[in-house]
Nanobody
Framework: QVDLVESGGGLVQPGDSRRLSCVAS????????VGWFRQTPGKEREFVSG????????YFAGSVKGRFSISKDSAKNTVYLQLNDLKPEDTAVYYC??????????????????WGQGTLVTVSS
């Protein structure tokens, strides 16, 4: 069991940037893929981005490709999601999660089984 804690959410204006962090306690991310998902009220949780810890392979949803980036810091056992050029439609609770998906499943919520509590990002002028 890996306890995940997200941070970095807040209120930002359109066009701003924000960096979200996902820290694991209890064990390393080694062997896992770390995914970021987001959810708004009344909608299903959707995949945003992911990183395979062992290889550094990254995955992005089409809606954020080119605006968001994902990285890891092994020394801090932390995964970062950099949000750039934020838009009002990016407003959501952002969750990080871990799993061991095969590549074709890396964007699927069902492949992740350990979730953090989420951090809210609100994009509004």
């Amino acid at each position: 069991q890996v306890d995940l804690v997200e941070s970095g959410g807040g209120l930002v204006q359109p066009g701003d940037s924000r960096r979200l962090s996902c820290v694991a306690s209890g064990r390393s991310f080694s062997g896992y893929t770390v995914g970021w998902f987001r959810q708004t009220p009344g909608k299903e949780r959707e995949f945003v981005s992911g990183i395979r810890w062992s290889t550094g392979a990254t995955y992005f949803a089409g809606s954020v490709k080119g605006r968001f980036s994902i990285s890891k810091d092994s020394a801090k056992n932390t995964v970062y999601l950099q949000l750039n050029d934020l838009k009002p439609e990016d407003t959501a609770v952002y969750y990080c999660a871990t799993g061991r998906p095969i590549t074709s499943e890396a964007t699927k919520e069902r492949a992740y089984y350990n979730w953090g509590q989420g951090t809210l990002v609100t994009v509004s002028s």
